[in-house]
């Protein structure tokens, strides 16, 4: 995304301690198992697309938070690009299928919010170069 503020949280702990420190952890400061499903994580959220933009969700900055526990249970919050958006009942779904997908994850719960509220600041520079928005 665009800069540290941006980026989705990605936790490796237990949930409630995550919400607790909000901190996240780089992947390079990973064990090689975890630093590997993080990235098949991510890799799973990415296979996910908007219907009305043509860019994955992550890169669009639709995900907020990723929190992985020690059990690999993974609880992610998201929002929309906007509360009306036609696929708010599904898109929650379809993020939840694409990470249970992951070989080695445990269960897989997905928060909707809308604080803060997503706006275009949000995008990675791939999903602006995607949009024609530089």
């Not at 959220?45 to 860019?55: F, L, N, Q, R």
């Not at 929650?92 to 706006?119: C, I, K, L, Q, Y």
């Amino acid at each position: 995304m665009n800069d540290e503020k941006d980026m989705p949280v990605i936790n490796t702990s237990a949930p409630e301690k995550a919400a607790e420190t909000k901190e996240s952890v780089a992947i390079e400061d990973l064990s090689p198992e975890m630093a590997a499903l993080t990235d098949d994580i991510i890799g799973a959220m990415k296979s996910v697309y908007d219907p009305e933009i043509p860019v994955d969700i992550y890169e669009l900055g639709l995900i907020y938070r990723v929190d992985i526990s020690d059990d690999r249970d993974v609880t992610i919050d998201m929002t929309l690009t906007a509360p009306g958006c036609p696929v708010a009942e599904h898109m929650p779904r379809w993020v939840e299928d694409a990470v249970r997908s992951v070989d080695g994850v445990g269960d897989v719960m997905v928060n909707m919010t809308f604080e803060p509220p997503w706006d275009p600041s949000r995008m990675s520079d791939e999903a602006r170069v995607a949009l024609n928005m530089f």
